[in-house]
């Protein structure tokens, strides 16, 4: 199976979502003329991260899919002929408000959209995340995408990275790739690598985490997100990783023999015993 090539773009945002995504249409067609088929987006691209504070203003930030950014977003993945994950504040229905990652086909179609599982209260400074009072938590369940170029896309958003039954939910329902799009920052980043690689290793396939980076302009004077967005292979060894100031776009090829070959030689999937893990459900 060919080896196909996988980019994700992590960027400084500010409160206009135009200029937000005119530059993620740059960063997206840099990537595709670098031979990126699959370019994923980071958590809320569109818009500053808002949850740092209870604001109802921030609720008008939200858009229908398809809306105005998506379809800005499918045009761009038609132009490029990639598979494009575009992550956005989604409204259904006024009041019905979900965290939402948009997966656009190359022909420009919505592939389908994963809304985020688990939606974080968390005030420990100078993190702070209050997304309960804006998000919904999600009704997707944890999906698989197949795309045209032969990868199984699994997708978590940002606090859904820090439940290892949601990584492997993933994998059981046949995911290559777990893409992380992200807005974090403050004391998550010493777990952020050592989680992401060991949802790598556990379940043998590619993951690749994508976060913001520096201040948002106009946003929370206190939240500095630190970037590093990065990639891991099958064995959990980084392949890739980003700085921690600036935009930048990061690369992986994914190797779909080798992973394979290594799910068959350490047995992972075949040892499994579900009959002794009743205790997870309770």
């Known amino acids: 199976m060919a080896v196909v090539k996988i980019a994700m773009v992590q960027m400084r945002c500010e409160t206009s979502k135009a200029q937000n995504i005119r530059r993620a249409t740059d960063h997206i067609r840099h990537a595709a003329a670098n031979g990126a088929r699959i370019v994923c987006l980071q958590e809320l691209f ?32 038609k132009e490029s002929g990639i598979v494009l ?8 229905i006024p009041g019905e408000l979900y965290n939402t990652a948009a997966v656009l086909g190359p022909d420009g179609g919505l592939i389908g959209k994963y809304r985020k599982s688990s939606i974080p209260l968390v005030k420990v400074p100078p993190t702070c995340g209050i997304e309960k009072y804006y998000f919904k938590p999600g009704n997707t369940g944890f999906q698989v995408f197949p795309t045209p170029f032969g990868v199984n896309l699994g997708i978590l958003i940002c606090y859904d990275r820090h439940f290892p039954e949601a990584a492997r939910t993933l994998a059981l329902r046949g995911a290559d790739v777990v893409l992380v799009p992200t807005a974090t920052f403050g004391m998550t ?3 952020w690598e050592i989680e992401l690689r060991a949802h790598a290793v556990s379940n043998i396939y590619y993951v690749g985490g994508v976060n913001r980076v520096g201040s948002d302009v106009g946003g929370s004077p206190d939240a500095l997100f630190y970037g590093s967005s990065l990639f891991c292979d099958y064995r959990g060894q980084t392949i890739a990783q980003a700085n921690d100031k600036e935009d930048e776009v990061i690369y992986a090829e994914i190797d779909l023999d080798g992973m394979y070959k290594l799910r068959n030689e350490w047995g992972f999937y075949r040892d499994r015993r579900p009959d002794l893990y009743g205790d997870l459900l309770k």
Do not use: K, Q, S
């Open 46 to 77: 569109n818009t500053v991260y808002f949850c740092y504070e209870e604001n109802p203003a921030h609720y008008d930030l939200a858009e229908p899919i398809p809306g105005p950014t998506i379809e800005a977003m499918a045009d761009v993945a």
């Open 85 to 92: 994950v575009a992550p956005i504040y989604e409204r259904v």
């Open 189 to 191: 980043r010493y777990g």
